[in-house]
């Protein structure tokens, strides 16, 4: 029998294929390589009756000798699957319906599993890599270039391409139809799929705090610390062209993440300044927002203490990514570029078994700290547990009395070995909190973040969580906001709302869903709670509905009386704020109290201070992301009104950036 490479090879030259041609034998070839693959750990030979090319069996032979998934480690891959795929074009077209240009929808069975966007769950960075490959041999498709610019794709080029609406009843392409501009992204692209993140990042979040009524439930409590790691999570996400897991976004860290020049204390010995203002609801006419900013002290360098800093690095294999261990140590040369003389520097690491890389060192030996870092390389399992052991003994070792002692976590979350359970780090950081050595946690990379463990940890460590995806993001963490980080001026920080039921019929608290307290905890010094540092704002927002006001959502109860006909104690406040903070050094706590009344309020957003503004914009960003009903219908476009109206003095450009993430979520959320 003659074979039929050669005379594939002796065959006249072909007239050059046409677009339409080369697009079909792409799909073709790429169903012929998905059906070898998945029959290439099972038996020999096919399982249907129907008959099977000779070249697709030297193609599938080919595929089972190499298990190469894409094909694309090999030249001779590409010299077999080209001249193949063309041959295989034109008798798919002889022999089959054409392929039409709109991608199927998933099978009802396959409904709980995530969309390809692509046949045969091929998802689309593979199809667009091979594509890509396949054009660099044969030159781009005629209308690539007005769809794809003539260049590679990548996930934020291609999600726009998204937004294209699908066709009511979409042609079969034939092959006298050339692909107009767009069409391959039609191809490739499902309209009708949202982009969403899509990896192994795990996120821990509750469910949205529900609106309250007042006559049952006058009182909110809850912790006042705050990361911001949820917002660098979101705009890495809308950088990439995904919308965020819903999961990915805790409101109050969004809103926290900006800088605020809310009110100043004037003195140590009265650690905060809090402020309260009461606006009408953008999203909602019926209700008011009120806006509680607390505003800490901020140390002069002259009188911030000493630091013992144990630096816990995560050297794993899993850091072996450009944006996990090369991003990790430029940041924490930025850090060592910020301390002073005093201050001291360990450094531990961990990867199957814990090592110390550096024994306690003054940051004056910044050459000796800066080289131990640069011989950092990963390798080996996670032994999370047992690095943190070992960054504790070496805290207690360099104890500095009066000043921070804190273990500074840096890891992509992945702790796969030893006491991995989140209760038992939990017990672990909590005894060691008791003995002064906080702990704080930076996240790095993406594919594999625990989230809910970097909460876990950070929380009961008296510390921060932050997540690092730029050197940008590293110099705003560690150097430029490296007071509030560092220095705290307040532990077991709480606060507590009472809602006056005569002005006030309901309340929903925005965010803290993951910090809420019982009402008994607030007055309990037992009981733990989050640090400020020096110079740190912290915003929270509650929705409240006016008695009265046609948006009240619960009926008025039937046996209890209504506050208007049986008042317990008139009064004109709105509500009354309460804080309860512990000194870094004292085990008893301090009462902080504002009440809030008709003279906190504007009775137009746009009166309200510039921070004021922004803030909100933040908070309905968030939720609007987070997919709280409340802001289903509420535009993209008026949170980007609102938060140019407030964006005032920037001078690190972060409000900017916020307005180009809300500028991209709009392009993407196509519903």
């Known amino acids: 029998m003659t074979d039929e490479f050669e005379t594939l090879r002796n065959l006249p030259p072909a007239p050059a294929p046409s677009a339409a041609a080369r697009s079909h034998a792409r799909l073709a070839a790429m169903e012929a390589f998905d059906g070898a693959e998945k029959n290439a750990t099972g038996t020999q030979g096919k399982a249907d009756a129907g008959r099977q090319s000779s070249i697709l069996n030297r193609i599938r032979s080919f595929i089972m000798i190499t298990r190469h998934p894409y094909l694309a480690g090999s030249a001779l891959a590409t010299l077999l699957v080209v001249p193949s795929a063309t041959y295989l074009a034109f008798e798919v077209m002889r022999t089959s319906p054409p392929v039409v240009a709109h991608v199927a929808s998933p099978a009802p069975e396959d409904a709980s599993k995530p969309s390809t966007m692509t046949r045969n769950n091929v998802t689309p960075n593979e199809v667009e890599d091979f594509l890509n490959r396949q054009d660099a041999a044969g030159g781009p498709m005629p209308g690539e270039s007005a769809a794809l610019g003539g260049k590679k794709a990548t996930a934020p080029a291609a999600a726009p391409m998204a937004e294209l609406a699908p066709p009511p009843a979409p042609a079969p392409m034939t092959s006298r139809m050339a692909p107009a501009a767009g069409q391959r992204a039609q191809i490739l692209l499902d309209p009708r799929v949202r982009p969403t993140e899509q990896s192994g990042d795990r996120f821990a979040n509750a469910q949205i705090n529900p609106v309250k009524s007042v006559a049952t439930d006058p009182v909110s409590t809850f912790s006042i610390d705050v990361d911001t790691a949820s917002y660098a999570f979101v705009r890495r996400s809308l950088m990439q062209g995904r919308l965020p897991d819903p999961d990915s976004v ?3 860290e969004m809103v926290n993440y900006f800088p605020y020049d809310w009110p100043r204390p004037q003195s140590v010995d009265t650690p905060f300044q809090t402020t309260v ?9 019926g209700t008011r927002l009120m806006n509680v900013a607390i505003k800490g002290y901020e140390l002069t360098p002259a009188v911030a203490p000493p630091s013992n800093l144990v630096f816990l690095i995560d050297v794993s294999g899993s850091m072996n990514a450009p944006d996990k261990l090369p991003l990790l140590k430029s940041a924490f040369r930025l850090l060592v570029g910020k301390l002073r003389p005093e201050d001291k520097v360990s450094i531990v690491t961990y990867a199957g078994a814990a090592g110390t890389v ?11 700290i800066l080289n131990a870092i640069d011989t950092l390389q990963p390798g080996g399992s996670t032994a999370g547990a047992e690095g943190i052991e070992a960054a504790y003994r070496l805290a207690r070792e360099a104890f500095v009395k009066d000043g921070v002692n804190r273990v500074m976590l840096a890891t992509d979350g992945d702790f796969n070995v030893g006491a991995s359970s989140d209760e038992d780090l939990k017990r672990m950081i909590e ?3 008791r003995d002064g050595i906080y702990l704080s946690v930076l996240g790095f990379g993406q594919g594999n973040l625990n989230d809910g463990l970097m909460q876990t940890l950070a929380q009961n460590g008296n510390g921060t969580a932050a997540y690092i995806d730029t050197l940008a993001e590293a110099q705003k963490a560690l150097v430029d906001e490296v007071g509030s980080t560092l220095f705290p001026i307040a532990k077991d920080v709480k606060i507590q709302v009472e809602f006056n039921p005569q002005k006030i019929a309901e309340y929903r608290l925005i965010g803290y869903e993951t910090r809420a307290l019982r009402n008994e905890d607030f007055n309990n010094d037992r009981v733990d709670a989050g640090d400020i540092g020096s110079g740190h704002s912290v915003t929270a927002i509650y929705e409240v509905t006016p008695k009265g006001s046609d948006a009240v959502l619960n009926d008025p109860l039937r046996y209890q009386p ?24 004292a085990d008893t706590s301090r009462l902080i109290t504002t009440p809030v009344t008709e003279a906190n309020a504007v009775n137009d957003l746009a009166s309200a201070a510039p921070d004021v503004r922004f803030a909100t914009a933040v908070a309905a960003f968030g939720q609007k992301l987070r997919k709280t009903p409340a802001l289903e219908h509420y535009a993209y476009g008026s949170i980007l009104d609102l938060a140019r109206t407030g964006r005032g003095d920037d001078p690190f450009g972060y409000r900017a950036g916020f307005e180009t993430l809300v500028g991209l979520a709009q392009s993407l959320d196509r519903k």
Not at 277 to 285: G, H, Y
Not at 358 to 368: F, G, V
């Open 431 to 433: 005894d060691r909190r």
């Open 250 to 252: 805790r409101v109050e």
């Open 358 to 368: 550096l024994e306690p060192t003054s940051a004056s030996e910044s050459e000796k």
């Open 277 to 285: 203002t009461v606006t009408p609801t953008p999203w909602n006419a």
């Open 562 to 585: 209504d506050a208007k006909t049986a008042p317990a104690q008139p009064s004109d406040e709105l509500a009354f704020v309460k804080i309860r903070y512990k000194k870094p050094d």
